[in-house]
């Protein structure tokens, strides 16, 4: 069963900083565009940022010049560095493996709230 683990959501004031990580297993992360997606209450979720396979990078407008998104082919391991946090970056943070093209399949991790209070 794959698994995305995702940590380091929490509480923080605006301005500040916090570092989201997701683990994947081995084969799902190395054929796939790993992403990060959050939705707010009452809201769809939305794009945040991804990379490809090859380090290439995109990001939401909303969030460009405040996170970066980076991935370690080493450890599997998936990370959104997130600075400058506002208020209407709170929501609830997903984590995502897309390989549709290599392997016809996308996954979710379970999310992690993040909550910047102003």
């Known amino acids: 069963q794959v698994q995305l683990v995702e940590s380091g959501g929490g509480l923080v004031q605006a301005g500040g900083s916090l570092r989201l990580s997701c683990a994947a297993s081995?084969?799902?992360?190395?054929?796939?565009?790993m992403g990060w997606y959050r939705q707010a209450p009452g809201k769809q979720r939305e794009l945040v940022a991804t990379?490809?396979?090859?380090?290439?990078?995109n990001y939401a407008g909303s969030v460009k010049g405040r996170f970066t998104i980076s991935r370690d082919r080493a450890t599997n391991t998936m990370v959104l560095q997130m600075n400058s946090l506002k208020p209407e970056d709170t929501a609830v943070y997903y984590c995502?493996?897309?390989?549709?093209?290599?392997?016809?399949?996308?996954?979710w991790g379970q999310g992690t709230q993040v909550t910047v209070s102003s």
């Open positions: 995502n493996a897309d390989s549709r093209v290599v392997l016809g399949v996308n996954y």
């Open positions: 081995g084969s799902i992360f190395s054929s796939s565009t």
């Open positions: 990379i490809t396979r090859s380090y290439i990078t």
